[in-house]
């Protein structure tokens, strides 16, 4: 009889033997007539230390995969949820300009019930807004403990919870402002001044943009900062480290005061 584990293939003819040796973390057995360490010391590994070792590390690696795998569907879905409510805004905002325009000519019944598709939509965004805050709290604790559903603008911007983890702050802080960045770079190559953006999405933050005008752009130098830490933090174990937000909390407190 023949049983896969994790270090290969053992066959059991009256004693269990390893026949052919392959790490493979996904093969899982359940009920063994034999003892899985007892075996792979005899025909697979030199010692304890070295069976231990190689299996924290093929644990490791397979759940890591596993993770990255989550991460990037659930990173996807925040990006498509965001999407569709910048739809549902746009739909609320064109709705609500054509009611105005139906309404100055007669108010009648239909009205009624456009209004109250209306807030049907509000209801729906609500739900939207909700989802894509929980999802992002769960794949990026870090992330959203700083910006909160500025976060998902951001990943947005990003493309991936992978690709923000990999980016430098300086690029971080001004993500969402690259035209105006082009424009600038564009301006300083024909010899004219140009106003470099300080910020990009990180101003839709209250942290940001509630400040004075001169303060907004050390404000979100340092925001992007932690938020680069936050990333991989959360791309890379997911822990969730309370002192970084609270940390950006206090700078803002600073920056408020003085």
């Known amino acids: 009889m023949k049983y896969e584990v994790w270090y290969g293939t053992v066959e059991v ?3 269990a033997k390893v026949i052919e040796k392959k790490i493979n973390f996904e093969t899982r057995c359940e009920k063994l007539p034999f003892d899985l360490k007892e075996v792979a010391l005899k025909d697979v590994f ?3 230390k070295e069976y231990y070792d190689t299996l924290r590390k093929e644990a490791i690696k397979h759940f890591r995969i596993k993770a990255e795998k989550e991460i990037k569907r ?3 879905y925040v990006i498509a949820l965001l999407k569709l409510l910048d739809e549902i805004d746009k739909t609320i905002n064109m709705l609500e300009n054509k009611l105005a325009d139906v309404e100055e000519v007669k108010e009648s019944e239909v009205c009624n019930e456009v209004r109250g598709k209306i807030e049907e939509l509000r209801l729906l965004r609500r739900k939207v807004e909700k989802e ?3 999802v992002l ?3 990026a604790p870090n992330v959203y403990s700083i910006l909160g559903i500025v976060g998902a603008r951001l990943l947005e911007k990003a493309g991936s919870l992978k690709r923000l983890a990999e980016l430098p702050a300086s690029t971080i802080q001004i993500l969402g402002a690259e035209k105006s960045l082009y424009k600038a770079i564009a301006r300083m190559k024909r010899g004219k001044k140009a106003r470099v953006p300080k910020h990009g999405v990180l101003f ?4 940001v943009r509630t400040l004075p005008k001169k303060k907004r752009g050390k404000m979100a130098r340092y925001m992007a900062a932690k938020v ?6 959360d791309y890379f174990s997911g822990e969730l480290r309370d002192e970084i937000s609270q ?5 803002y407190e600073e920056l408020r005061r003085n």
């Open 228 to 233: 680069a830490i936050a990333a991989r933090i």
């Open 247 to 251: 940390s950006v909390r206090k700078k």
């Open 204 to 207: 839709q933050h209250p942290f």
């Open 13 to 15: 003819n009256g004693e």
């Open 46 to 48: 030199s010692s304890e």
């Open 137 to 139: 709290e769960k794949i």
């Open 132 to 134: 894509i805050e929980e």
């Open 74 to 76: 659930e990173d996807r």
